[in-house]
């Protein structure tokens, strides 16, 4: 059991108190022995005399007390609580700092879930990337989601890899005329990892704010006025000004 301070110091106070009047008693015998006999030869008459002079001094004490002072011996002093922080959930706890481009480190991740924004940006890596190093499809997943990071582009996954205009569309694989069916198993494992990891929050490392690619057999015109940040496999990647 835990006693605060106040109280204790409390105690000591009415010790001492009571300690001194005593040592008054003794030292001062004849003072008393004339409040006993000039009232009764009864011993409790000196008895209550010594408690009405301890009890007036420890009236006169309290009173010299500062309010503040009063109020904690009343209450006792505050007892500083600590809160424990909440756990991370796991989708926080999955978020990595470094990122390992190779199967063994997406394995280890695990296995993925997510609602239709995380099928969009699997299905886009997996269309546009899957014949890409795992580097390569990590540049595009960025490329992608620093479109709906930019105000100039739709703010979901979905929204920008499937927008259309200019007769045509952003990404190639959305307006081909094939069904969007992921059939390589290992591809679209990889995918949908590397969707997963980068939606929960992975540092985007490889293109430096890119928000285009092309391939390395085609010459956009954007190309030539868009600085360009990285080159990784068969894709060029630029940076809209």
Request: net charge neutral; with cysteine.
């Amino acid at each position: 059991m835990i006693e605060t301070t106040g109280a204790l110091e409390t105690m000591r106070l009415h010790t001492g108190w009571i300690a001194a009047a005593f040592a008054a008693a003794v030292l001062n015998g004849a003072a008393f022995a004339d409040v006993t006999v000039s009232q009764s030869n009864d011993p409790t008459a000196a008895l209550g005399g010594t408690m009405s002079t301890l009890l007036g001094a420890e009236k006169l004490a309290l009173a010299a007390l500062p309010g503040q002072r009063l109020t904690e011996l009343a209450v006792g002093p505050k007892v500083e609580t600590k809160t424990t922080p909440a756990p991370k959930t796991s989708a926080q706890a999955a978020v990595p700092t470094v990122i390992r481009y190779d199967d063994a480190w997406l394995a280890t991740l695990p296995a993925p879930q997510g609602d239709a924004q995380w099928e969009c940006l699997s299905t886009a890596i997996y269309f546009e990337a899957r014949g890409e190093t795992l580097r390569g499809q990590f540049a595009v997943a960025e490329v992608i989601l620093n479109r709906v990071d930019s105000p100039d582009y739709p703010n979901s996954i979905c929204g920008v890899t499937q927008q259309r205009g200019g007769g045509g569309c952003q990404f190639s694989y959305v307006c081909d005329g094939r069904a969007d069916t992921m059939r390589d198993r290992g591809a679209m494992w990889r995918a949908e990892r590397i969707a997963r990891v980068m939606m929960d929050g992975a540092p985007r490392a490889l293109t430096m704010g890119a928000t285009h690619f092309h391939t390395r057999w085609v010459n956009p015109g954007w190309a030539r006025r868009f600085p360009q940040t990285a080159a990784i496999g068969a894709h060029l990647f630029y940076k809209q000004p």
